[in-house]
């Protein structure tokens, strides 16, 4: 784990979590063990390369990889004088190249530093050896934001630097830079880190700050954070100054805004048993204690989804980030609805949210949605209906029907995206026939299928 910031303790000065806790040593990155075990085998047979390039999304420790690659590259104690993973005992430059003062260890923020001018300054200083460490070493942050020019312009050192000379590139956007970087370069590809490590790491910062925190609320957390060590630390850094010392569920929940998870279920169970009126009452409910109705929306796609999933993969519900209602319901679910039902309902819920996000009165348009996903609950799949209509006694319906009809109308099933739709064609207007014809085909139909 993280070592404390230390000197925020002597200045008494605050420092949020993601500083305090950052790690200082690979032992202590979280999450990216394939990239450690690279770099310690490179080290330990002398293959150290001249160039890497971290990639990753928002918050899994690039910049902090690099500086603990810096401080590898020049580690040097009274015992050890070579390049080095084993940072386990403070090294000579380490203080100075992990606090970013280091005079040989240059960190260029490529944001703002994007021109050509700015590639040209390294070009200059790369020829002069380093004035303590063993290297001097480059660290460009979002590297994908230099220019073209910039890029042309570092090509022929980055291909053949000075033996002193090392680059530590890092961006969230690998795609935007060139292949002709890429190929000078070792890369690395973080992951997002699993919800699971981050709850852990969470429990143990809440131990050392004297913290108490529900495992719920810490699930939430991580489940908020999508893979970033820091969005999880940030988070919780707010969560504990809202709650004033205990971080609870409900917590967590009013800070982000996040919808009851029981009551999302609570909802799903109602919708896929089709009970329209219950299912209103409890999205009302919600909607009337602050939820948003895209989110209310979002969540029940979600959970559709984990409910799917553990159709196919038992082991889902072995997730950190879930609550026990989600593990033990969510495998009900998944054992009694088919995995056409668990389709058709998402690819509703998908049109229904962007629906509700585009509509002038969401909380009409999230109703509407839920109206139609309980409706449907009781329908057939359109392949079940199709199989029904090759049923003998649905035929004979159809033809009886169709006598009763008369002239006052043809009867005409087809296809419509998910379900079977029938229709009567013609110029008759006894309106309680046909309503009646329709509801007789469609209810035999359910039954066959």
Known sequence: MADTDKDATKTGAYRVLARKYRPRDFSGLIGQEPMVR???????????????MLTGVRGVGKTTTARILARALNYKTETVDAPSVDLSAPGLHCEAIMEGRHVDVVEMDAASHTGIDDIRDIIEQVRYAPVSARYKVYIIDEVHMLSNQAFNGLLKTLEEPPPHVKFIFATTEIRKVPITILSRCQRFDLRRIDAALIKRHLAHIGELEGVEAEDEALAMIARAAEGSMRDAQSI??????????????????????????????????????GDVAAALAGFRAQYDAGADPATVLTELAEFNHLVTRMRFLPSAADDASLSQDERARGLDFAQKLSVRVLSRTWQMLLKGISEVQNATRPVNAAEMVLIRLAHAANLPTL??????????????LIADSEARLGTAGR???????????????????????????????????????
């Open 38 to 52: 690279t770099l310690t085998n490179a080290f330990s047979t002398g293959r150290i390369a001249q160039a890497w």
């Open 236 to 273: 919780f850094d707010q969560a504990i100054a809202h709650s004033s010392g205990s971080v609870t569920a409900e917590t967590v929940r009013d800070m982000l805004g996040l919808v009851d998870r029981a009551r999302v279920i609570d909802l799903f169970e109602l919708v896929m048993r």
């Open 383 to 396: 392949d079940e209906a199709l199989k029904a209509l090759e049923d003998k006694h649905i035929k004979q």
């Open 411 to 449: 009867l005409l099933i087809r296809e419509s995206g998910t379900e079977p739709v029938i229709r009567v064609m013609g110029e008759g207007d006894d309106a309680a026939l046909v309503n009646q014809v329709v509801s007789e085909i469609a209810t035999a139909i359910g039954k066959v299928a």
